[in-house]
């Protein structure tokens, strides 16, 4: 089966001015989401500590919440997930309750109130300083990939290519944040390993299309730098969409099959697919046209080496 | 045209048997055992093998193998009702010196193990248990090195007769000497620097004072913090010990935490409880001369005002007889009117000083002091919380002394016999060198475990048959050649992670997962390039060959970018988000070798060699 019987010929690079739209329009409403309302932390972040209860018999969360209140944890969030069996409980930290004896101490409460304390299905604690610390460390890993990136791609293209694919990752991890933010869904720590999981995938997408482009430098003198991109788009679209569908079945596997530790990171992983699938085509290449790269700027290198160490072209039949 | 040489198909033989032996391990089931170890001196020997045997059969355990290996004793049984009589009864007749532990044995038979192979090592997350990541609080460390000093400097100038106009502490821990003349402050000078090398003296003369500023040196100070995390360790290690857990993880993490995981703890709260305390005895003898100023007035110099845990006060003199670190044994016992007690064994260090002190002091009082550090939550005014530590002092007994100790002696007055017994096991195990706090937990239940396990299969095998589907209808012959490399390269994370021993969570499932779903990307930029040579013209075989060519440059430039990612991933990453990182490394390396080499022997198997009017794609 084919996804198209002929080459397509869409003019993505013609259409860009609409994608540069599209995708200003989504990144201000991220960025306007982050500065309003943020992000919703969990706990791995904003520090606390959070229990997973389950018991034989339904319970009222409302039951639990009052005799938690009147204990000393008036700030405990107590909601059912999965059946009315199934409580999860969340302790913000507060001066006074911020190590991790709260959860026994919450435990051995509803262990003597009339609902009892079930069975531990997790617990999950972070202190004080080490949510923010953490935070801080993924923020520059993140940082730290897309600059180890950019080096990478200088270094096998050229630089003008290395910015356009920083550019499409930076937007990708900017709008997949940004919906993070405005659906106020939760931000934790696997969700951010998804993000560099997202970049890794993205620049795959963004890669072979350079690849390819760099190629049709070589193959097609006459054609100009806009025209090539295109055909380079177009050569590689079955491609770039049948890896993003096989890519998106397992992550939909994950997402229904999974569980509810791994729905926040498949959630953040179809995100950036498809997002990374649509910058790789609308993002990157037209950047790197706006910054003017030709022909030459790829063309050169290729031609000192060929004297030196390839006496044959590698891609000309 | 695309025929194999005979060694292209010997490395695909050699790929499929490696991975099928390590990846075979994971197919045995683990089963109920218990595990014995010797606790401090305790040796595990032939004898105690016997004794195991004994109890077990008494008990009438029905055992399936019993082994000595490596100072462990492993009890193999058939099922965990006999897992959990045997730990109990071995715990209870075994004694103090020994742990028993629970543990789920493998069964990798021995021709495997042989050869290295052994299942895949499963995080907490998978198989249930408690994650702790403990913050040695330095600050303390560094203050309790300071007192040591300004103790040790003003016996040492007491000592040579070196009289000081005045010493005190500074704020940032220097001591801080003023002397009368010059010459006594070079020959404290002198005598200071040549006892304590660590330390670096600033000599000053201001308004005809001479004053001298004592500093411990960076390298001292951090030898000091190196040692203190080391003890820690160690105390953690042996009050693990004590708990009774198989395959504890005691770890150093950066150089001021220190992460514990232990398998299988059910209830976290007896882990915390048992781990964090500080708790430690320290002896002192009650000021009997000044006893009139116990409740109020001025305290003299070499005393200083404790309280009863009811409150009442008490004056005891300063110097430390003795405290926990010189305690070699400690077990719960009762005392004369049947209450709770601690008895105590002293290390011959102690045991002199108590005979000495003791003999003396008949008819004195000597105090036992409880001392345990706490960690509070105090608010700044920026409205940031953070955890300090705070000292309680209480003392529990003050008994008269009718009689010289020596090596033995029984504490009463304590609350109770859990009391009792945590504290003989907190003495028994050794204290901490400084305080710690837990500033992460992550506890994930038996149940939750088992879930986390049948989900995460669940959604590798639903994945996988996903793809398996789509590739076989969109590319046919081809389709099945990727599906073969994909189900290899599968079988080969599997025998990586086994052999490594790295540890697999439930975000490195996902790895897996989210690999199965990017190895294929390599198949379909050949396929598509075939495609397109086909589209241009060109025989079938050339296709092929041109397809596989033009890839793999494309191929390679890909999955190393993806590989950064994932390496600043591992990098910057906590236990089980470096589970991920570890399967998507290990899944993008092993996905380009079974999705270029092998996939193109196969396809060569299928097509090479004989004319061809098209291909199957």
Redesign the interface.
């Known amino acids: 089966m084919q996804l198209f019987k002929n080459l397509t010929a869409i003019n993505f690079i013609g259409h860009r001015k609409f994608a540069l739209v599209f995708s200003i329009a989504l990144l201000a409403a991220g960025f306007y989401s982050l500065f309003t309302q943020g992000l919703n932390y969990g706990i791995d972040f904003s520090g606390g500590t959070k229990l997973e209860l389950t018991y034989q018999q339904d319970v009222s969360v409302l039951d639990m919440r009052a005799t938690l209140a009147s204990s000393g944890y008036p700030e405990a969030v107590v909601q059912h997930f999965g059946s009315n069996k199934d409580v999860l409980i969340r302790i913000p930290l507060s001066p006074g309750n911020s190590d991790a004896k709260v959860s026994d101490d919450v435990v051995k409460i509803l262990a003597a109130s009339k609902t009892g304390s079930g069975d531990i299905r997790s617990v999950e604690f972070v202190g004080p300083t080490f949510g923010k610390e953490l935070f801080e460390k993924g923020i520059l890993a993140l940082v730290y990939a897309l600059i180890g990136v950019m080096i990478y791609v200088a270094f096998r293209f050229e630089w003008k290519f290395s910015l356009g694919s920083v550019a499409a990752l930076i937007h990708d991890v900017v709008i997949t944040v940004g919906l993070f933010s405005i659906f106020q869904l939760e931000f934790t720590l696997p969700v951010l390993a998804a993000l560099l999981a997202v970049i890794g995938y993205s620049l795959n997408d963004t890669i072979v299309v350079f690849d390819r482009i760099r190629e049709n430098f070589r193959k097609l003198r006459e054609t100009d730098t806009e025209e090539t991109m295109n055909i380079s788009i177009n050569q590689t679209l079955p491609r770039t969409i049948l890896t993003s569908l096989t890519t998106l079945l397992v992550l939909l596997a994950l997402y229904f099959y999974g569980g509810d530790a791994l729905n926040g990171f498949a959630a953040t992983l179809i995100i950036g697919v498809l997002i990374g699938t649509y910058s790789s085509i609308f993002v990157a290449s037209p950047t790197v046209l706006m910054l003017g790269a030709t022909a030459e700027d790829l063309l050169v290198e290729v031609v000192e080496k060929e004297g030196v160490d390839q006496p044959e072209h590698p891609y000309t039949p | 045209m695309n025929k194999n040489p005979t060694w292209k198909y010997l490395v695909l033989l050699l790929i499929v048997t490696f991975g099928v032996i390590y990846a075979s391990p994971n197919l045995y089931q683990a089963e109920p055992g218990v595990q014995v170890i010797g606790l401090r001196n305790a040796v595990v020997d032939t004898n105690t093998l016997e004794r195991t045997k004994r109890i077990l059969e008494t008990a009438g355990v029905e055992v399936k193998q019993i082994t000595l290996e490596y100072g462990k004793i492993r009890v193999r049984l058939t099922s965990e009702e006999a897992q959990n009589t045997a730990r109990d009864v071995l715990r209870n007749k075994l004694g103090n010196s020994f742990a028993v532990a629970a543990a789920d044995l493998p069964t990798t038979p021995s021709w495997l193990e042989s050869l290295g192979g052994a299942p895949m090592y499963l995080g907490l997350?998978l198989r249930g248990g408690v994650h702790?990541?403990m913050?040695v609080d330095m600050v303390a460390v560094e203050r309790k090195a300071n007192d040591n000093y300004y103790e040790d400097i003003r016996k040492l100038l007491r000592e040579e007769g070196i009289r000081y106009s005045g010493i005190n502490r500074q704020e940032n821990g220097a001591i801080f000497l003023r002397f009368k003349t010059e010459e006594l402050q070079e020959q404290a000078n002198a005598a200071v620097t040549t006892a304590n090398p660590e330390l670096i003296a600033t000599i000053r003369e201001s308004d005809g004072s001479f004053t001298m500023e004592l500093q411990l040196t960076e390298s001292a100070i951090s030898e000091i913090k190196k040692a203190a995390l080391k003890k820690n360790m160690l105390a953690l290690r042996n009050r693990i010990d004590q708990l009774g857990v198989s395959e504890p993880v005691i770890q150093q993490q950066g150089l001021d935490r220190i992460v514990v995981q232990l398998p299988g703890v059910?209830?976290?709260?007896v882990a915390?409880?048992i781990l964090?305390k500080t708790a430690t005895l320290q002896v002192h003898l009650v000021d009997e001369d000044n006893a009139a100023s116990t409740v109020t007035g001025r305290v003299p110099s070499g005393s200083k005002r404790f309280y009863y845990r009811d409150g009442r006060p008490i004056l005891l003199q300063k110097r430390i007889l003795f405290s926990g670190d010189n305690i070699v044994d400690a077990s719960v016992s009762i005392d004369e009117s049947g209450g709770p007690a601690v008895s105590i064994t002293l290390d011959s260090k102690g045991a002199n000083v108590n005979s000495d002190v003791t003999g003396d002091n008949i008819g004195n009082r000597m105090a036992v002091v409880y001392v345990e550090t706490l960690?509070e939550?105090?608010?700044d005014s920026q409205g940031?919380?953070?955890?300090v530590t705070k000292e309680i002092r209480e003392v529990i007994t003050a008994p008269v002394i009718r009689d010289q100790l020596g090596k033995r002696f029984i504490i009463n007055g304590l609350d109770g016999r859990n009391e009792a017994k945590d504290l003989a096991l907190l003495l028994r195990a050794g204290s901490l060198a400084a305080p710690v706090?837990?500033?992460?937990?992550?506890?994930?239940?038996p149940?939750?475990g088992a879930?986390?396990i049948e989900?995460?299969f669940?959604?590798v095998l639903?994945?996988?048959l996903?793809?398996l589907l789509?590739?076989v209808?969109?590319y046919r012959v081809f389709g099945l050649v990727a599906s073969f490399a994909l189900v290899l390269n599968l079988v080969i994370i599997v025998a990586v992670l086994s052999l490594l021993q790295a540890t697999l969570t439930?975000?490195g499932v996902?790895g897996m997962?989210?690999t199965?779903?990017?190895a294929?990307?390599a198949n379909?930029?050949i396929f598509?390039r075939i495609?397109?040579e086909i589209?241009a013209g060109a025989a079938p075989q050339m296709s092929i060959h041109?397809g596989y060519e033009?890839a793999f440059?494309?191929i390679i430039?890909?999955?190393?970018?993806?590989?950064?990612?994932?390496?600043?991933?591992f990098?910057?990453?906590?236990g089980?988000?470096q589970g991920?990182?570890i399967t998507?490394s290990i899944g993008i390396v092993t996905s380009m070798v079974t999705a270029i080499f092998v996939s193109r022997i196969l396809i060569n198997l299928f097509y090479g060699g004989r004319r061809l009017d098209s291909l199957s794609i």
């Not at chain 2, 059910?266 to 709260?269: G, I, V, Y």
């Not at chain 2, 706090?437 to 239940?445: C, L, N, P, Y």
């Not at chain 2, 990098?571 to 906590?574: H, L, Q, R, V």
Request: no cysteine; glycine share 8%; net charge negative.
């Open positions: 997350d702790f990541l913050q059910k209830d976290p709260s915390k409880e964090g960690g939550t105090k608010t940031n919380t953070r955890l706090f837990i500033i992460e937990e992550r506890t994930v239940g149940s939750l879930d986390n989900k995460g669940t959604s639903y994945g996988f996903l793809v789509f590739m209808v969109f439930l975000p996902a997962v989210l199965v779903g990017m294929v990307d379909v930029l598509e495609r397109e589209q041109r033009n440059s494309t430039d890909a999955n190393l970018t993806t590989l950064i990612a994932a390496l600043v991933l990098n910057f990453g906590t089980p988000i991920f990182a998507l």
